[in-house]
């Protein structure tokens, strides 16, 4: 999916760019658009496909890691997570070991 044409920045909006992001992220999951496991673009490609700096877009994955929504696995990237579905969550983790 290409994660930056389903993103609307709206620059006249009274919503800040990184919570712009965030959001359309968290619907674009609940829509099922983006799935779990699904690999989400590196901040510096998805902020320069977005015409944003790429704090703003790292600002947007931070809070988006911190609500259990994104999760970072270091040089591999960053990935949508399992749901706040804490059964499943505990099945996933058991399958692959963690």
Known sequence: MDL???LAIDADSDRAPFEQVRLGVIDLVTRGQL???????????LA???DLAPNTVAKSY???EAAGIIETRGRRG?????????????????????
Not at 78 to 98: C, E, P, W, Y
């Open 62 to 64: 931070r809070e988006l």
């Open 78 to 98: 960053t990935f949508i997570k399992a749901g706040s579905n804490t059964t499943l969550d505990d099945a996933q983790r058991a399958t692959v070991g963690h």
């Open 4 to 6: 930056a044409a389903q």
């Open 48 to 50: 320069a496909d977005l």
């Open 35 to 45: 799935l779990v496991g699904e690999r989400l673009p590196t901040v510096r490609a």
